[in-house]
């Protein structure tokens, strides 16, 4: 048995990692599990199922928002060295976020390493308003971008996938996408494999469990919500062939590791594929709206499944014989705040309250001069 030193995962889930490179199952798929593998290069779909059904994509989004931000850097709109200002809009987003105050400034740069390795929600709206002028704008660029790159049936409502009506991908989709920023910017590739972030106050692993744990991994993006339940898109490139899958649905974070690793092992090791992606015709059950899976992720018995896929100490069991232990800490990137861009932090409610109160005291006079006082 292997223990790795990944940390720092959702707020519900306990922190820790355990590879037993074994093969056993987990704890059981949601009532659908789309998912798809492609070959990067030649476009060859290795396998897929219920890949046209449409999905809350969650965190996925913020693929699509990194994107857009390359697409931007590559027209000269900005620079990786670009500031990016944290608005009161983007301080006030839900987590899972960096809870940076409002008017710190990021480089372009560590945005995107924050909105890849930490998943901030906070940095996706202000990375939305420095490309786009406003998160609404943004989002229009995300879903011209959508239909112009072939992700057919795929629309956005905000940039950090956050739970929203309207909000819906598929997994046939994601793999467009994953291709398209394969194939369109390796200059950028190196943002997707970071095992960790440091922004000079607190330190955060990277939540795709692939990184440096399965050979040859190095990307990309994982999502959570509980309409979704655990996704992720990864990638893997070994002796020269890069093949990208994507998992939707998994029951937990375990699940989605595994069922990401075994599809992999198989797109680097296998001969064929079925067909192309551009060509796969749309199949099986698509609907007009995101399926809701939130009953069977979050419920009590669910929670309790998950739970029980720990060590006594508490570490996260992985059961795949293609993920191995780190066996070192984590290597960390800065991402901080550019320095001296973030406004001090406001006084404690307390001394705020008693600040107050002073305020409206009402004030004395002062006593009147006595004019007879002789000077000494």
């Known amino acids: 048995m292997f223990t790795s030193s990944f940390r720092s ?17 987990g704890a059981g798929p949601a009532s659908a599990n789309p998912h798809i593998l492609v070959d990067v290069a030649s476009g060859q779909v290795i396998e897929h199922e219920e890949a046209f059904r449409k999905w809350y994509p969650a965190s996925l989004t913020k693929l699509m928002t990194a994107y857009v931000t390359f697409r931007a850097l590559k027209a000269g709109k900005l620079s990786l060295q670009s500031p990016v200002t944290m608005s009161p809009k983007a301080a ?15 480089t372009v740069d560590n945005s ?13 709206v202000a990375l939305a308003e420095a490309v786009g002028g406003s998160q609404d704008a943004f989002v229009g660029m995300m879903n011209a971008e959508a239909a112009r790159i072939g ?9 950090n996938g956050l739970p929203a009506k309207g909000q819906y991908t598929t997994a046939r989709d994601l793999a467009v996408l994953a291709v398209t920023i394969k194939r369109e910017f390796p200059e950028y590739a190196s943002y997707f494999a970071l095992e960790g972030v440091d922004t000079g106050k607190k330190t955060y692993g990277n939540y795709n469990m692939l990184i440096g744990r399965f050979d040859g991994a190095d990307g990309m993006k994982t999502g959570f919500i509980c ?24 029951e937990s974070l375990a699940g989605r590791t595994e069922r990401s690793a075994d599809l992999l092992q198989k797109g680097l090791t296998a001969q064929k ?10 199949y099986g059950e698509q609907g007009t709206q995101a399926v809701d899976i939130s009953n069977e992720i979050c419920n009590p018995q669910a929670a309790k499944v998950r739970s029980e896929g720990r060590d006594d100490a508490g ?8 993920v191995h232990e780190l066996g070192r800490d984590p290597v960390y990137s800065f991402a901080g705040v550019i320095p001296g861009t973030e406004p001090p932090p406001p006084p404690p409610a307390d001394k705020k309250k008693k600040a107050d109160k002073d305020q409206k005291k009402p004030v004395k006079k002062p006593a009147a001069e006595n004019t007879s006082a002789k000077a000494n």
């Open 92 to 106: 006030n987003a839900a987590p899972s976020k960096t809870f940076f105050r409002a008017g710190a400034q990021v």
């Open 112 to 124: 995107l390493k924050l909105l890849l390795v930490k998943s901030a929600n906070d940095i996706a």
């Open 273 to 282: 594929g079925v067909g192309t992606l551009a060509k796969l015709a749309p």
């Open 151 to 159: 992700m057919s049936d795929t629309h956005f409502v905000n940039p």
């Open 315 to 322: 570490r996260m069991i992985i059961k795949s014989p293609f």
């Open 9 to 25: 995962f959702t707020a519900f889930l306990m922190t820790g990692v355990l590879a037993t490179g074994s093969v056993v199952a």
């Open 227 to 250: 309409a979704s339940g655990f996704n992720q898109v990864s990638s893997a490139t070994r002796n020269g062939r890069t093949v990208v899958s994507v998992v939707l649905g998994a």
